[in-house]
């Protein structure tokens, strides 16, 4: 029998990947574009992309694994999808993309690099009244989200929308979450992922404290009343009357359509997985993977690990059979992977962003990056050459004792957990007249202990509230950080497991949704496709024992950095950890003091 692959597509926040993976999980092909994201001078919190450009990023990328592979396409059985938690906007009669640049609505002449700028990427924070207006409601839904909705949420975006389109065009509108709209573009069907839309646009599924999934009141109460009226068929309609909501992998409509399988390269009819946000693809991307000296995980070990997808951003995902409350953490969402199961998500807006911004502002950055160049290695490798050096020269018994009197708060970009505090900012105590390499060079780590420092409060928030996390599963970018990795070991005080292939986790767990919806499609039959909801939540369970064995199949273990600070050491990190939480309570302090003093609200 031939051997069977499947592509996975990752969509993150700067470029669009697709790999060709075997049954076996091997990756046998990877491709990458640069997707563009597109500001405004003018404004800080606008961050747009375009659906057309990323669709055309993953079909060269698809057409590129296929090519440098020499696959057969009729070999490759499903392709699945995960992609940032961003909001698409197109045309109900059409699917013809929307502009949502403020001011350009109506004139779809309006073009970034001639594309039209049809998503308000998850980073966008243009949203911040409308989340403080849904958030001033306290409606009882908003606990399925942390209690507080976050503006970079699908919710509070499309009420932007509402308030700022023409409310012709508003009407004429469908909106997606990013994974949703590339399943749609890829099959032409409308069906929608309960991880989209319980993740990211408010729907708590039916059954639920006596939910239907969508909540008229809820939309009623914060202005999206319109979507009420026309039984939310805008936003993926309601579940058994006029919408179709699948869990993680079950097969979308057909499989790819003649269109989409004619630009991808691939077959029509190859079954397409229901997609999953891009963080929830890294967990199933690495949580199946058994750790040094296990000979097998099962589902329940998978609760136990928490899931930290470090990128741009850092996402944290823990599942659990019974739903768990953590005030600033998203969720608990029931079915957002497995049927029956519950995953809260923590995250961190800024992480290898904020490394870069911490890099790139430091009046030594140039020099740094040339002495890079001239030792033809990257800045950053450069960088923890410097710290090493500069531990041996100063004869400091390990490196957090450089950045002793250095403290870092990380929330350049507001709190999403456990805060989820959009107004808090960043803080750097330690500041010297120095701008030399070395100095940049203690930036960076005080930089990196911040981040570790934070999760361990995210930690921390979620197992105080009930979930048992005992050691975290790493994938993305990060994971290259060797002393990143060791702090968040160290600090944490749980081992961390590094993936087989740090930069294929999450478009690995793609595939495997590829995978799941292939042997689904097969046990339906050539021909068949789930069109009922009753039908969709009957077969959802039986996907959970098919994914779970994806996952197994095609998870390869990976290496451990277990904590081994020293005891001096610990005490160290534990006053820096003390120091950390000092900084949010002082930071609030002063931004009330200030408000006070300007006769504004307090927060």
């Not at 079950?250 to 077959?267: C, D, N, R, T």
């Not at 197992?463 to 996390?469: A, D, L, V, Y």
């Not at 600070?565 to 005490?571: F, G, N, R, V």
Request: proline share 4%.
């Amino acid at each position: 029998m031939a051997t069977q692959y499947y592509i996975g597509v990752d969509v993150g926040t700067g470029s669009a990947r697709a790999a060709l993976v075997s049954s076996t999980g091997d990756i046998v092909a990877e491709s990458t574009y640069a997707t563009t994201t597109w500001r405004d001078d003018r404004d800080k919190d606008i961050f747009e992309q375009s659906s057309d450009q990323i669709w055309d990023c993953i079909a060269t990328a698809c057409k590129d694994v296929l090519r440098d592979s020499k696959v057969d396409p009729a070999q490759v059985k499903g392709i699945g999808f995960d992609a940032t938690c961003s909001l698409v906007v197109a045309k109900r009669d059409t699917g013809e993309p929307v502009s949502v640049t403020p001011g350009s609505y109506d004139n779809p002449s309006v073009k970034r690099d001639g594309y039209v700028g049809s998503i308000i990427l998850w980073a966008d924070h243009r949203a911040a009244k409308e989340a403080k207006l849904i958030n001033s409601t306290k409606s009882k839904w908003l606990k399925y989200v942390g209690d507080t909705i976050s503006l970079e949420m699908e919710v509070p975006k499309m009420l932007w929308l509402k308030n700022n389109m023409p409310s012709e065009l508003f009407a004429q509108c469908m909106f997606f979450d990013l994974p949703d709209w590339l399943t749609y573009r890829a099959t032409g069907d409308l069906a929608r992922s309960n991880c989209s839309l319980a993740c990211k646009c408010s729907y708590v599924p039916p059954g639920v404290e006596g939910s239907k999934g969508w909540n008229d009141e809820f939309f009623e109460q914060i202005g999206l009343g319109d979507f009420v009226k026309n039984d939310f068929v805008q936003v993926g309609g309601v579940p058994g009357q006029n919408g179709l909501i699948l869990t993680a992998g079950q097969p979308v409509g057909a499989g790819l359509s003649k269109k989409a399988a004619e630009e991808l390269g691939l077959k029509e009819g190859t079954a397409v997985g229901s997609a999953v946000i891009d963080a929830y693809a890294g967990w199933i991307g690495t949580v199946a993977a058994p750790m040094e000296g296990q000979k097998e995980t099962t589902l329940k070990d998978a609760a136990n690990r928490l899931a930290a997808i470090a990128g741009t951003s850092t996402c944290h995902i823990a599942q659990s059979e019974e739903p768990v409350f953590v005030n600033g953490v998203w969720g608990p969402y029931l079915h957002s992977v497995f049927p029956g199961y519950w995953m809260n998500e923590g995250g961190q807006s800024s992480t290898g962003q904020l490394l870069d911004f911490m890099v790139d502002t430091h009046p030594a950055a140039e020099k740094l990056k040339q002495m890079a160049a001239d030792k033809g290695t990257n800045h950053f490798a450069l960088l923890t050459e410097l710290l090493e050096d500069m531990v041996k020269e100063k004869k400091a018994p390990y490196m957090s004792y450089l950045t002793r009197d250095m403290h870092v708060y990380p929330d350049l970009h507001g709190n999403r957990s456990p805060l989820a505090d959009v107004d808090m900012r960043g803080m750097l105590i330690g500041m010297q007249l120095d701008k030399t390499v070395g100095d940049l060079a203690l930036r960076y780590y005080a930089t990196g202990e911040a981040i570790a420092l934070q999760t361990r409060q995210i930690i921390d928030e979620m197992n105080t509230r009930g979930h048992k996390i005992e050691s975290i599963f790493m994938s993305g970018g990060l994971v290259k950080n060797r002393f990143l990795m060791s702090l968040i070991a160290d600090i944490c005080n749980m081992p961390v497991q590094l993936p087989y292939s740090h930069s294929a986790s999450v478009v690995l767990g793609s595939a495997m949704l590829g995978a799941a919806a292939a042997q689904e499609a097969a046990r339906l039959g050539e021909g068949k496709k789930i069109t009922e909801q009753k039908q969709a939540e009957e077969s959802s369970y039986g996907m959970k024992e098919r994914l779970w064995d994806a996952m197994i199949q095609m998870s390869r273990p990976g290496t451990t950095v277990r904590p081994s600070a020293s005891a001096q050491e610990l005490k160290l990190l534990e006053a820096k950890y003390k120091i950390f939480r000092d900084m949010i309570d002082t930071q609030r302090k002063w931004r009330n003091e200030v408000r006070e003093a300007l006769g504004e609200e307090a927060h």
